[in-house]
């Protein structure tokens, strides 16, 4: 069974950085795309970046140029690294992994203006 664990969420002002990270456990992490998903009250779950098991990346268009995913195989682990955060940018944000229906907890995001 897959249980995805997230962590690195908080409050910072706009301009600021975060880094999150995700422990995926139960499955072959490193044979997997992983992503990175926000959601926020009253709008569906979006997209924010994936990276595929060879490390290829892909992002929003609204993230593009501020954040970047990695994963680390030896540590089941993928990250999301923000950068000059805006308001909009709050949300819980969950990461997953493609072909497995399981969502972590989420870690939530604040950013002030």
């Known amino acids: 069974q897959v249980r995805l664990v997230e962590s690195g969420g908080g409050l910072v002002q706009a301009g600021g950085s975060l880094r999150l990270s995700c422990v995926v456990y139960?499955?072959?992490?490193?044979?997997?795309?992983m992503g990175w998903y926000r959601q926020t009250p009253g709008k569906q779950r979006e997209m924010v970046a994936t990276i595929t098991s060879v490390g290829i990346a892909n992002y929003s268009d609204s993230v593009k140029g501020r954040f970047t995913i990695s994963r680390d195989n030896a540590k089941n682990t993928v990250y999301l690294q923000m950068n000059s955060l805006k308001p909009e940018d709050t949300a819980v944000y969950y990461c997953k992994c493609r072909g497995f229906a399981n969502w972590g907890q989420g870690t939530q995001v604040t950013v002030s203006s």
């Open positions: 139960g499955i072959i992490f490193s044979a997997n795309t």
